[in-house]
């Protein structure tokens, strides 16, 4: 049999696409920067394991334009993927992969065609969930029934973090429900409530874990409108909708909404650095940081303590070099007296109450979690073309009319006619036309 010469082999090689040759037999799906599906080497019932590192990477990424399974450790290119799933000898492989590429290898036949490609039925439409529920669930929350927010506002905060509380519970769009749970809402980046955790909590701020967390689109009601059963529900990350107000920041993920709260509320959201919850240990997907590794994002994990590995194994899997696992926070403040459970929140509200520490004194080289500078404090509610002496100004207003901080600038989360509907709102963009001549309230 003659051999295969090196060159067709080196032509052959170099247009084998990982990603088309793997999809000939796993379905897969779009992952990060990378694809993944059902490893076909093991009996693999969680899609995630199975990474294909896709030939559209640029050359200098790692893996690039191949396969690897983080449970089974199969890996390799284009051609281990034929020798090891279709059993081929490495000239058959070549052979096979000449045919599908439309290189002529030799003219030794092989018994394969190319299979037709798999039809995928389209996926049901993503549910949009009204944003007149959320905004209901924020009244809820105001008439302070929420034992979740109750507890939360006795916490030791300084002045000035329990003085962005309120604005902090209500960027995050906290809501409660009728039996006292807390609503956290899954809005996506682009202002879309997409989920809502319903959770219940005990008055010592723990959750009840006698409960499983609900979902609104399961309450009696909801159900029925929202018609969970005919569309596809997509779980973003908490606090997604905050992405494109902070276009700079760096993204810290931790593992609950209640430590996502209580460290925005801690830190303060701003330009540096926003706080976002993927909802626990085991749910932080390749999926829902989708939006984030689009706009180019810098993304911090912090895992509680028993958590870190396994971020790790995502944080590999996710192949994105603008992603890694944030340990100092642990490092530096956890102390044996928190105990091996301690996860992030309890540090922190245990620090809260040390006036020794400052948030401040958190760095880690080019990531270094800032509270708001006390001189200028960093205001999330101000818009971003506005001047600090401007919305100094606009506060004093706010101040004289009245309680400020039921109105959102930006129009996020409330609708249009929310803001139009509030006369304070309405008399603050007449004075602030006429004052300023101001372009963002196109009204
Ligand atoms: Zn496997």
Known sequence: MPKISEDIIRTVIEHAKI?????????????????????????????????VRPSTLSYDRPGRNSYKCFVCDAK??????????????????????GKKYCIDVDNVPLNWTPPPPKPVPPPPPPLEIPRSYVRRTIEIEQDRTVIFTYWLRGLPWDDEQLGRL?????????GGWKDGRVVFWQIDHNGIPRAAKLMKYLADGHRDKTQHPGWIYNQDGCRQQLDPEHHTILKPLFGSHLLNRYP???????????????????????????????????????????PLIDQGRTIWLWPDKDGRDEWQTVCDKLGYDKCRVYTHFFDTCWTPADGD??????????????????????????????????????????????TDEE??????????????????????????????????????????RQRYNFKILNS
């Open 166 to 174: 309120q604005q902090t519970l209500w960027m995050y769009c906290v």
């Open 76 to 97: 390799g290119g284009p051609v281990q993927f034929l020798m090891n799933h279709e059993r081929l000898s490495f000239p058959d492989a070549i052979r096979w992969l």
């Open 391 to 432: 919305w100094f100004e606009h506060l004093e207003i706010m101040k004289a009319i009245g309680d400020y901080e039921i109105i959102y600038p930006d129009g996020e989360p409330f609708l249009p006619e929310d803001e139009m509907a509030d006369p304070r709102l309405r008399l603050w963009r007449e004075i602030l």
């Open 19 to 51: 990603e088309e040759v793997v999809g000939d037999f796993v379905t897969l799906r779009k992952a990060g920067v990378n694809l993944t599906g059902l490893c076909p080497f093991h009996d693999d019932k969680t899609d995630g394991n199975f990474i």
């Open 248 to 290: 700079q920041a760096v993204i810290n993920i931790v593992e609950s909404e209640k430590t996502a709260i209580i460290m925005a509320n801690y830190y303060g959201n701003n330009d540096s650095q926003i706080w976002l919850a993927c909802g626990g240990l085991k749910h932080l997907q390749l999926d829902s940081l989708q």
């Open 341 to 386: 459970k301690a996860d992030i929140a309890d540090i922190a509200i245990r620090m809260m109450g040390d006036p020794t520490f400052r948030p401040k004194e958190i760095k880690e080289k080019d990531h270094t979690p800032q509270g708001g500078d006390t001189e200028t404090p960093c205001d999330p509610l101000k818009p971003k073309n506005v």
